[in-house]
């Protein structure tokens, strides 16, 4: 099973440029593009959030035509900058709904059963899991006890190092989090984004990816009291190689301007 992922597209509309820099809209076609042109198709497409930049219905809009064009399964949950209800209204066919209005999702067609979590804190940069998270959480997991898993979600389960952008990262129910994946055991990867950089780490005995930006990366610094700042690398997405009772085998692929 292929699959790719994506994340941090922070898509702009009408030439507008995140930062005064990074043209996101033009790099949202890239994006599209290099998924399209892939020699060997993806089985499935997960958007790991920050969909969009301001969470407008048109920015979400033009996100699902560009994905839609390339007649491949997308599941999507929302990062920091993204707001529920335009993306629920616009992307319906890609997003989960909870009772609790959280926008989770299980999805079991493929080998692998894939969860997505919503950790979005609206108006804030950082992330939770909340109690009603959690319990859904808990119970899809239960329903998954026979299969092995794939979790993805906006912010790492995880401290990476870079200080500025772990203070915005996970801040309520890590470990609880951690404890219901190592308790389930076959949580094969969980994928996340939201640091714009790509990051392995290690959650409850699962092996964590964290995928760089599709549109603008964030310069690599472990520096004490260092506020994060962008860096020249290039727009990237990741490639799992994912099967039951097989390690997680992942791939960063930089994705070249069309211009």
Same mark, same amino acid.
């Given at each position: 099973?292929? #699959?790719?992922?994506?994340s941090?597209?922070? &898509?702009?509309?009408?030439?507008?440029k %995140?930062? +005064?820099r990074f *043209?996101?809209?033009?790099?949202?076609?890239?994006?599209?593009?290099s998924l399209?042109?892939?020699?060997?198709r993806p089985?499935?497409?997960?958007f790991s959030?920050?969909?969009g930049?301001?969470a407008t219905?048109e920015e979400y809009? #033009?996100i699902?035509e560009?994905?839609?064009? &390339?007649?491949i399964p997308v599941l999507? %949950?929302? +990062?920091?900058? *993204?707001?529920?209800?335009?993306?629920?209204?616009?992307l319906?066919d890609m997003?989960?709904?909870t009772?609790?209005?959280?926008?989770c999702?299980?999805?079991t067609?493929?080998?692998?059963a894939?969860i997505g979590l919503?950790?979005l804190?609206?108006?804030a940069?950082?992330g939770e &899991?909340?109690?009603?998270?959690l319990?859904?959480?808990?119970?899809?997991?239960?329903?998954c006890?026979d299969?092995d898993?794939?979790i993805f979600?906006?912010h790492?389960?995880?401290?990476?190092?870079m200080?500025?952008?772990d203070?915005m990262?996970?801040?309520a129910g890590k470990d609880?989090?951690s404890?219901?994946?190592?308790?389930q055991?076959r949580?094969?990867g969980?994928?996340?984004g939201?640091m714009h950089?790509?990051?392995?780490?290690?959650?409850?005995g699962a092996p964590?990816?964290?995928?760089?930006s599709?549109?603008?990366q964030?310069?690599f610094?472990l520096?004490e009291a260092?506020?994060?700042?962008f860096?020249?690398?290039?727009p990237?997405?990741?490639m799992?190689?994912a099967e039951?009772?097989t390690?997680?085998?992942s791939?960063?692929v930089?994705i070249l301007?069309?211009?």
């Open positions: 099973m292929l #699959i790719a992922q994506i941090d597209s922070h &898509l702009l509309t009408g030439g507008r %995140v930062a +005064g *043209d996101t809209g033009a790099r949202f076609d890239d994006l599209v593009a399209g042109a892939q020699p060997v089985d499935v497409i997960l959030g920050d969909l930049e301001d219905l809009t #033009i699902g560009g994905m839609r064009s &390339l007649s999507a %949950v929302p +990062g920091n900058h *993204d707001a529920r209800t335009p993306m629920l209204a616009a319906p997003v989960g709904e009772e609790s209005g959280h926008l999702l299980c999805d067609q493929f080998d692998l894939i919503d950790t804190v609206e108006g940069p950082h &899991l909340c109690e009603n998270r319990a859904w959480l808990k119970e899809t997991l239960a329903q006890a299969r898993v794939l979600m906006h790492p389960p995880m401290t990476t190092g200080q500025d952008m203070s990262g996970l801040l609880a989090f404890k219901m994946v190592e308790q055991g949580v094969r969980i994928l996340c939201h950089r790509s990051i392995q780490g290690e959650c409850g964590v990816r964290v995928s760089p599709a549109s603008h964030i310069a610094d520096r260092s506020s994060f700042a860096s020249s690398e290039p990237q997405f990741m799992h190689i039951p009772n390690p997680l085998v791939h960063v930089s301007s069309t211009d």
